[in-house]
C-alpha cells in the first residue's frame, strides 16, 4: 500500500475535513499518517519564529496539516535525496521531514522546494480503510507538484469536479 491523495466529496460536511484534499501514507499496523495540503493559514514562518532570520525570508504561509500535534511544524519536501533524520519517503521524489532540526535545515536551504504544515492528521488502525468503505473520499494517484501546487484555492472544485466526471462516466 502506498501514498495516496484523497479528495473529500461534497457530502463530507466535517468544519475540518470538508473540502479538503489531503495526502496519506500507511505507517504500518494499518495505521496512515497524512496531511491537509489545500488549508493555508494566515500565519507564516517569520510569524512563528521571528528570531529566525531563513524564517522570515519564506513568504508563503504555513498550512494547517491536521489536529494532531498542531505546534509542531512538518515540511514536505520536493526532491529524490532525503533531507535527513527521520525523513520519511512519501513518493519517489516527496519527502516529509519530521524533525526539527531537519525541517530547519529545509528552511535554510530548500524552502523554494518545500511547503511547511502545523500539525498532522493521524488514522487509528483500520480507520482510513473504514472512511474509504464509507465513500467519504475519492482516490487520486500523488505526484508531488499537485501536493505542492500554488494556489491551493480552487484545487478541491477542480478535483472533485474530475472525480465525478469519472465516477459517471463508468
Same mark, same amino acid.
Given at each position: 500500500?502506498?501514498?495516496?491523495?484523497?479528495?473529500?466529496?461534497?457530502?463530507?460536511?466535517?468544519?475540518?475535513?470538508?473540502?479538503?484534499?489531503?495526502?496519506?501514507?500507511?505507517?504500518?499496523?494499518?495505521?496512515?499518517?497524512?496531511?491537509?495540503?489545500?488549508?493555508?493559514?494566515?500565519?507564516?514562518?517569520?510569524?512563528?519564529?521571528p528570531s529566525h532570520?531563513?524564517?522570515?525570508?519564506?513568504?508563503?504561509?504555513?498550512?494547517?496539516?491536521?489536529?494532531?500535534?498542531?505546534?509542531?511544524?512538518?515540511?514536505?519536501?520536493?526532491?529524490?535525496?532525503?533531507?535527513?533524520?527521520?525523513?520519511?519517503?512519501? /513518493?519517489?521524489?516527496?519527502?516529509?521531514?519530521?524533525?526539527? #532540526?531537519? $525541517?530547519? *535545515?529545509?528552511?535554510? &536551504?530548500?524552502? %523554494?522546494?518545500?511547503?511547511?504544515?502545523?500539525?498532522m492528521v493521524l488514522?487509528?488502525?483500520?480507520?482510513?480503510?473504514?472512511?474509504?468503505?464509507?465513500?467519504?473520499?475519492?482516490?487520486?494517484?500523488?505526484?508531488?507538484?499537485?501536493? /505542492?501546487?500554488?494556489?491551493?484555492?480552487?484545487?478541491?472544485? #477542480?478535483? $472533485?469536479? *474530475?472525480?465525478?466526471? &469519472?465516477?459517471? %462516466?463508468?
Amino acid at each position: 500500500s502506498e501514498s495516496i491523495i484523497l479528495v473529500a466529496k461534497r457530502g463530507l460536511r466535517d468544519k475540518l475535513y470538508g473540502s479538503t484534499i489531503l495526502i496519506a501514507r500507511p505507517i504500518g499496523a494499518d495505521r496512515h499518517v497524512g496531511f491537509i495540503i489545500n488549508k493555508p493559514t494566515q500565519i507564516t514562518l517569520g510569524k512563528l519564529f521571528p528570531s529566525h532570520e531563513p524564517s522570515r525570508k519564506v513568504t508563503e504561509p504555513v498550512f494547517l496539516g491536521g489536529p494532531v500535534s498542531p505546534e509542531v511544524i512538518f515540511a514536505l519536501v520536493q526532491g529524490r535525496e532525503s533531507p535527513g533524520g527521520r525523513s520519511i519517503k512519501i /513518493l519517489d521524489d516527496l519527502y516529509l521531514a519530521i524533525d526539527g #532540526e531537519v $525541517v530547519d *535545515r529545509v528552511i535554510e &536551504k530548500q524552502s %523554494a522546494q518545500a511547503r511547511f504544515f502545523a500539525g498532522m492528521v493521524l488514522w487509528r488502525p483500520g480507520e482510513l480503510d473504514e472512511e474509504i468503505r464509507r465513500g467519504l473520499w475519492y482516490l487520486h494517484d500523488p505526484k508531488a507538484d499537485l501536493v /505542492l501546487r500554488k494556489p491551493t484555492e480552487s484545487m478541491w472544485e #477542480e478535483l $472533485v469536479g *474530475r472525480s465525478e466526471r &469519472k465516477a459517471n %462516466a463508468i
